[in-house]
């Protein structure tokens, strides 16, 4: 029943930034932990971050910690990834995704919905 939509992906050069957005439509986010993954060509899907429902609980890929941070506003069953500082490296589709569950979780497998992805592609 739940969809997820993401977008605010583009072409960035390196050290730019860009905010992701993730909205879902059919049911509130507002019981749902949300996460961000990425996979870009010739690799396998790959964490990113991750939120509960919350908002207390936020884990990060060590890769971009320090530069990305997820956050979220219920009232407009959104999610965010704001990523600053990106490489060449964050190239990558980015892909939204819903569990239904408070708990917020690192392992795509845990999760029930997500969304078509939108590219990011970062120049150096």
């Known amino acids: 029943q739940v969809q997820l939509v993401e977008s605010g992906g583009g072409l960035v050069q390196a050290g730019g930034s860009l905010r992701l957005s993730c909205t879902a439509s059919?049911?509130?986010?507002?019981?749902?932990?949300a996460g961000w993954f990425r996979q870009a060509p010739g690799k396998e899907r790959e964490f990113v971050s991750t939120?509960?429902?919350?908002?207390?609980?936020?884990y990060h890929n060590d890769c971009v910690k320090g530069r990305f941070t997820i956050s979220r506003d219920n009232a407009k069953n959104t999610v965010y990834l704001q990523m600053n500082n990106l490489k060449p490296e964050d190239t990558a589709v980015y892909y939204c995704?819903?569990?239904?569950?408070?708990?917020?979780?690192?392992?795509?497998?845990?999760?029930?919905?997500w969304g078509q992805g939108t590219q990011v592609t970062v120049s150096s």
């Open positions: 995704a819903a569990r239904d569950s408070v708990n917020a979780k690192t392992d795509g497998f845990e999760y029930d919905y």
């Open positions: 939120i509960s429902w919350s908002c207390g609980i936020r």
């Open positions: 059919g049911r509130t986010f507002s019981r749902y932990a």
